[in-house]
């Protein structure tokens, strides 16, 4: 079935660091790919996502590209703020699907 | 209005009690969700609602019972808990375009975080 792989968290960094998170995913079809993201005590909030392979989605500075090649989908951001302190979820739904396939979820926290 | 909007924000009850949960939309969406999700842990799809039909059920235990009113509002009704249903639940919503080969993005409400003693 499908699956979606993040890399294990809790990541801290630094106020301006470069932000990496990696997601891989496993799929029949062709899926959309997702990226939420959930601050303390909220519901999960759209990110960006991408459709199809060598998209890239973007928003608030964030960016990640569908890789078909390496089914990846990883999350990067040049310059990181304390405000970007939550949880991501890289999640996928393939084509006619309803059902969202999420990663375990990545904990960032952001030091000024 | 892009909000997906849920109530209670929290909610204790004894495993005795009966409740409900209310989530609302107004984009047009004809696909509405319940998801359960623990400390820690990604959300966990309990029901889906496809134009106004239930048409996922994950195995979820009878004491959860959903209900689809209309296209706008989703319920979820609660009867003899148990502690281990402690959790935040999640509402969404998207536009269901599965026939037409396209998938929308899931709307997540602000959840309710459900006690049971």
């Known amino acids: 079935g499908d699956s979606v792989t993040q890399m294990e968290g809790p990541v801290t960094l630094s106020e301006e660091a470069f932000l990496t998170i990696n997601c891989t995913y496993t799929?029949?079809?062709?899926?959309?790919l997702f990226w939420y993201v959930q601050y303390p005590g909220e519901g999960l909030q759209l990110l960006l996502k991408a459709t199809k392979a060598d998209d890239k989605g973007s928003n608030k500075g964030f960016e990640a590209t569908y890789r078909k090649e390496t089914t990846s989908f990883h999350l990067e951001k040049g310059s990181v703020q304390v405000s970007d302190s939550a949880v991501y979820f890289c999640?996928?739904?393939?084509?006619?699907?309803?059902?969202?396939?999420f990663g375990q979820g990545t904990r960032l926290t952001i030091n000024p | 209005d892009t909000e997906v909007t849920q109530t209670p924000k929290h909610l204790v009850m004894g495993m005795t009690n009966k409740k409900s949960l209310k989530c609302e939309q107004h984009m047009g969406h004809r696909a509405m969700y319940w998801y359960k999700q623990k400390a820690k842990k990604p959300p966990e799809l309990m029901f889906v609602y496809s134009y106004e039909k239930l048409s996922i059920n994950e195995s979820v235990p009878s004491r959860f019972s959903p209900e689809c009113p209309n296209s706008s509002l989703l319920n979820l009704h609660l009867h003899a808990l148990q502690p281990e249903d402690s959790a935040l639940y999640l509402c969404?919503?998207?536009?269901?375009?599965?026939?037409?080969?396209?998938?929308?993005?899931?709307?997540f409400g602000p959840g309710t975080r459900l006690t049971v003693l």
């Open positions: 969404a919503s998207s536009q269901d375009r599965r026939l037409a080969g396209i998938y929308n993005e899931q709307f």
């Open positions: 999640a996928l739904s393939d084509q006619g699907a309803q059902k969202l396939v």
């Open positions: 799929a029949t079809g062709y899926p959309s």
